[in-house]
C-alpha cells in the first residue's frame, strides 16, 4: 500500500508589520531615487527643437555630472561634462529657472560663429541636429557672427555678458574659461542661450535628461500662464486629450 504525501507546510502570511515595512523600504528608496538621482522635467520652450520639444517630459540624471562621492562612486557612472552633451542647468541670467541647452564649449575651448555655423579650436562642427528657421529679412549678424560683431541693445544681451565677453576674447574666439561651460540650443536661431547671457557656471548644472517618459502637445506660450485659473484650465484639457494628443511615438526616446 503507497504511503501517503505528506501535506506541504503552507507558506506563513506576512503580518500587518511585515508589509508595513516592505512598503516603507519602497517608499523611501523611491523618495531617494527622485530626490537625490532622477528628476522630473518639463521641456517649456522650443530651443532645442528637434530634439526636444514642447511638452516633452524627461527624467534628468542629477548624479552623473556631481562630484564623485565614496560611498556611491563605485554604483554610479560619474563622468565629466563632455562636447554634446545636453544638460539641465539653473540659467545664469535668471535665478530659479531651469534651462535646457547642449554643450558647445568646455574650459580652455575656443568658440566662434560664422554665418550661423559653429567652429570649435579652428574646426568646423558637423551639427545633424541643427535647425534653422529664421528668413533672410530676420538675419541677426550677432547671432550668426559671434563674437566677431558686437552686441547692441536690440541684441536682447544681458549687460553683465556685455562686460564679461570682452574680457574672454582672444583674437576672434571666445575662450571658455574655469569650471564654465558654453552651450547652444539646437534650435539655433531662436535659442537664447550663451551667445545672450554668457557662460554656464559648473555649480549650475542640475543633470543630464536620459528618456523622455511622456509627451504631450504644449502651446509654445504655457509655460508663462501663471494664474491658477489658467492652469486649472490647461490641466482639464490634458485630461480630456490625454489619448488623442499625447505623442505616443516619443514616449521612452532617449535624449541624444
Known sequence: MAKKDKPQPEKPRETTVEFLASLAAVLVTGLFIITFIVQAFEIPSSSMENTLLIGDHVFVNREQFAPPTSWLGPVLPYRNIRH????????PAEPGLYVVKRIMGIPGDRIHLRD??????????DEPYVVH??????????RDNFPAVAPSDYNNVTP???????????ADDLVVPPDSYFAMGDNRDVSYDSRYWGFIPRQNVIGRPMFIYWSFETPPNQ???KEVSQRLGFLAHVVI????????RRTLRVVR
Open 160 to 170: 553683465d555678458w556685455q562686460m564679461l565677453l570682452k574680457q574672454n576674447i582672444q
Open 223 to 225: 509655460y508663462l500662464q
Open 133 to 142: 528657421q529664421s528668413a533672410p529679412e530676420t538675419d541677426n549678424p550677432y
Open 116 to 125: 550661423g555655423v559653429v567652429y570649435r579650436n579652428g574646426e568646423k562642427l
Open 84 to 91: 554634446g552633451d545636453i544638460v539641465v542647468f539653473l540659467s
Open 241 to 248: 486629450h490625454f489619448f488623442d494628443e499625447t505623442r505616443w
